[in-house]
Every structure is written in structure tokens, then in C-alpha cells.
């Protein structure tokens, strides 16, 4: 796959305005602020292609980019206090819509802070992937900011909080030191592959 070529496609701010899903869609979901923009961009290797914010919340739609025959969806991030209840009430209609929709979604991509705990709200996500039998890999992103130990102590952390830990795929990402961005590409394209045989 050229990243290079990826494109902004479409966002959607209800659900309802949601086009059938015609191509495979390999989704980015996780907390405000976690850094799915800054992966987006780092992906396709580009500087703004998803615009990142510091202001957490700022997707407050579902983004669509397009390369090839593949859609990578960016969802709104969940879990930010500081916005108006119906507000938040509309992401969540926006993603559990989505997520429950008969779409042609191959993979999720769950990006969990790695220098914190998941939180209640990245547990109920894990659990509802595991409940919905969506493939999905967790992206430990903001990896450099932790030395060794710490970072050993976070993987122990993880192991303990979250269900089935073991047996889920985890890439640690840094978007400073480039960690996981290879690896995050392969798997995308072996999931394109895979979807493309079906």
C-alpha cells in the first residue's frame, strides 16, 4: 500500500447520515486525547492529513479516509467530562451506532494511554469488542514518554485490568521515536489481504 496516497473521504455527525459500508474498514477508537489523529498521521505519513488537536475532544465526528479499497474510520474519542451531556450523548450514539452496524469493519485499532491505567470506559470498550467478536489490536500510544521500569510496570498493570490481555495483539507506539508505526502498517495491510481473499 502507498500510505502516501491516503485521503480524507467523508465525516458524519449522526449516525443516521452514515452511507452503507461498501469497503473493508479498519476503525481507530479510544479515549479523547489519546492520540488517534497523531497515529492517523503518523500512518500515512503525513502532518495534517487528521487534524490533531490539544483540545481533547475536538472529533466530534466520524471521519472517513480512503486508500485503495480500504476505509480507515476515525471515531470520536469517548470519555471527555467537559462537554454539554447531549453531547456526549450523540458520540455515543455516533459510535455504538457504528460499531453495531452491519458494516464491513475487519479490524479496530483501541488506542489505551500507555503511562496510565484504562480507564472504566476503555474496559466497557474492550469488553464490548470481545462481546461483538470484532477483531481489534490495542495501541499503547505515548510509549517513549515511560523509561524501562515504568513501562515494565505498566505492562504488569495491563495484564492485570485488562480482560483476556494475554491473548490480545498490544503494538507500543510513539509518534517522537516512531515505535509501532511499522508494525501498525503491517497489520493493516495483512488485514487488507485477508479481506480481499474473503
Known amino acids: 500500500m502507498n500510505y502516501n496516497k491516503a485521503e480524507f473521504h467523508?465525516?458524519?455527525?449522526?449516525?443516521?447520515?452514515?452511507?452503507?459500508?461498501?469497503k473493508t474498514e479498519i476503525v481507530f477508537a479510544g479515549r479523547s486525547n489519546v492520540g488517534k489523529s497523531?497515529?492517523?498521521?503518523?500512518?500515512f505519513n503525513r502532518k495534517s492529513l487528521a487534524r490533531v488537536s490539544s483540545v481533547p475532544g475536538k472529533t466530534a465526528t466520524i471521519n472517513f479516509y480512503k486508500l485503495e479499497d480500504v476505509f480507515f474510520v476515525d471515531l470520536p474519542g469517548y470519555g471527555y467530562a467537559k462537554v454539554a451531556k447531549t453531547e456526549k450523548q450523540r458520540w455515543a450514539g455516533l459510535i455504538e451506532g457504528y460499531l453495531n452496524a452491519?458494516?464491513?469493519?475487519?479490524?479496530?485499532?483501541?488506542?489505551?494511554?500507555?503511562?496510565?491505567?484504562?480507564?472504566?470506559d476503555d474496559i466497557h470498550m474492550i469488553n464490548f469488542l470481545i462481546d461483538?467478536?470484532?477483531?481489534?489490536?490495542?495501541?499503547?500510544?505515548?510509549?517513549?514518554?515511560?523509561?524501562?521500569?515504568?513501562?515494565?510496570?505498566?505492562?504488569?498493570?495491563?495484564?492485570?485490568?485488562?480482560?483476556?490481555?494475554?491473548?490480545?495483539?498490544?503494538?507500543?507506539?510513539?509518534?517522537?521515536?516512531?515505535?509501532?508505526?511499522?508494525?501498525?502498517?503491517?497489520?493493516?495491510?495483512?488485514?487488507a489481504e485477508a479481506a480481499r481473499e474473503e
Open 102 to 120: 452491519d458494516r464491513n469493519i475487519e479490524l479496530v485499532f483501541l488506542l489505551i494511554d500507555m503511562r496510565h491505567a484504562p480507564s472504566a
Open 132 to 191: 461483538a467478536e470484532l477483531p481489534f489490536v490495542i495501541i499503547l500510544t505515548k510509549a517513549d514518554k515511560l523509561n524501562k521500569t515504568n513501562r515494565k510496570k505498566m505492562m504488569e498493570e495491563f495484564a492485570k485490568t485488562i480482560p483476556y490481555f494475554e491473548d490480545i495483539h498490544v503494538v507500543p507506539f510513539s509518534s517522537q521515536t516512531f515505535e509501532g508505526v511499522e508494525e501498525v502498517r503491517k497489520i493493516i495491510e495483512e488485514t
Open 38 to 43: 497523531t497515529l492517523i498521521n503518523k500512518i
Open 10 to 22: 467523508s465525516c458524519y455527525g449522526l449516525f443516521s447520515q452514515l452511507p452503507a459500508s461498501e
